[in-house]
């Protein structure tokens, strides 16, 4: 039986894509192979929003093609944001692949393999949690993001779809559900006129074998009291919070378009810490952005050491051709930008170990993925503070469980982004 491979990039809302195709790949009679040595297809679902992601997607391809000439000569199949956004260059430059798939065109890649296409998912993540993508495309332009020009306008998937796709998932076995989407909260405004994000949680919630609903990309320009009273109130949902603030600057927050003012963050941020004084806020910053001068970044650093955020991710900021920020005159050095990013994590390292110490002695709801990275004689899961990829994790020294399984676990130590525990069942 003939093999394929699939290289998933950049984000969860790809990730998806990545498993249509797999879908698809599999409707054609392929068999999935982990091993690209082994592969007569190799499928690269590419990243190109920002210019390391854009890197990432090329030096994947350079090095897959290198299989070209093992003893299955494979085929080189590349598709996803960057195809979408430089396909003419991309022809010239890479004449090792040897199929260009155009962003989500899953029939015309059902046909280069002769079969017909499928819109159905074969996971890529372990089979105890997926992604469920809401929606996709953006209508929110902020000034520094290819997006909204990659993947388009809001486009929401319709209600009765969803609640399908996430029963399917569960009867797969998910037990973590992942909403996605470029932005959660602004879900259903194009099809039904209003935001439905709760309207929507409200009906996953009732599906059985869903124990973790898990919400990213929460836009803070458009949390109501609504959601966080759905997120309180939710035995299932997750009191974890992913809200991209970017930054806190109100000049800044202008420039970027991010449509919110760092009063209306405090605001968010004091109703969640309110309403919910055990809640996980993760939030992302982007720092060398155009204008940002030292006083802005000191204002920035100042936010950050006052709100002590349980998880944070900091980008430096990336010029993009086509996106408003590119043109703008007061671009901040990289290195600047660099030294900026690295000061940050260094801040956060201490805050985030002292928050986990909160949790020594205490027992907490563990979902267990499996053996752990560091040795195969200790088990890793994750409480409700680790999203999947982008936080820490709960390493496991006593006890016994399987990949799947939600357990009680004593946390015993910590260390700066993970916590260590045993099983008591
Ligand atoms: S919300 Fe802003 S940053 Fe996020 S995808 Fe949309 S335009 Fe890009």
Request: net charge neutral.
């Given at each position: 039986m003939k093999k394929y491979t699939i290289i998933s990039l950049g984000c969860p809302k790809n990730l998806v894509d990545s498993e249509i195709f797999a879908a698809n790949a599999e409707a054609a009679g392929l068999q999935y192979t982990e091993d690209i040595s082994q592969a007569n297809f190799i499928i690269i679902n590419t990243c190109g929003f920002i210019e390391d992601a854009k890197q990432e997607s090329i030096n994947t391809i350079l090095a897959a093609s290198q299989y070209k000439n093992s003893a299955e000569h494979p085929k080189l199949i590349v598709t996803g944001c960057l195809v979408k956004r430089y396909l003419p260059d991309l022809q010239k430059a890479l004449p090792e692949v040897d199929h260009f798939v155009q962003l989500k065109d899953f029939s015309y890649f059902s046909q280069l393999l002769n079969s017909k296409n499928t819109n159905k998912r074969k996971l890529l993540?372990?089979?105890h949690y997926a992604y469920l993508r809401i929606s996709d495309g953006?209508?929110?332009?902020?000034?520094?993001?290819a997006i909204p020009y990659i993947r388009g306008r809001l486009q929401s998937k319709p209600i009765p779809e969803l609640v399908e796709e996430a029963k399917i998932l569960a009867k797969q076995g998910v037990k973590e559900l992942i909403i996605t989407a470029q932005d959660t909260t602004l879900y259903g405004t194009d099809l039904y006129?209003?935001?439905?994000l709760v309207a929507l949680l409200e009906k996953l919630e009732k599906i059985d074998g869903i124990e973790w609903i898990r919400l990213f990309y929460l836009h803070p320009a458009h949390i109501t009291s609504a959601i966080i009273d759905k997120i309180a109130s939710s035995p299932k949902i997750l009191n974890y919070f992913e809200i991209p603030?970017?930054?806190?600057n109100d000049e800044i927050l202008l420039s970027m378009n991010r449509k919110v003012t760092r009063n209306r963050i405090e605001e968010i941020i004091t109703e969640i810490r309110t309403k919910i004084p055990e809640a996980v806020i993760r939030t992302t910053f982007i720092v060398g952005y155009p204008g940002e001068d030292e006083a802005k970044y000191n204002e920035l650093k100042e936010f950050i050491l006052t709100n002590e955020f349980e998880r944070i991710g900091v980008f430096t900021y990336s010029p993009e051709e086509g996106t408003p920020a590119y043109s703008k005159k007061t671009q901040i050095d990289s290195e600047i930008a660099e030294t900026r990013k690295d000061e940050i994590m260094s801040l956060q390292q201490p805050i985030s170990e002292r928050i986990l110490s909160h949790f020594v002695g205490k027992k907490m709801k563990v979902l267990i993925d499996g053996p752990a990275t560091e040795s195969n004689f200790i088990l890793e899961g994750r409480s409700y503070l680790d999203g999947p990829e982008i936080d820490g994790k709960v390493l496991l020294t006593e006890g016994k469980a399987e990949a799947g399984e939600i357990v009680d676990v004593e946390i015993i130590d910590n260390w700066e982004y993970d916590l260590i525990g045993k099983i008591v069942k």
């Open positions: 993540t372990s089979n953006c209508n929110n332009f902020c000034s520094y993001c006129g209003e935001p439905k603030l970017q930054h806190i």
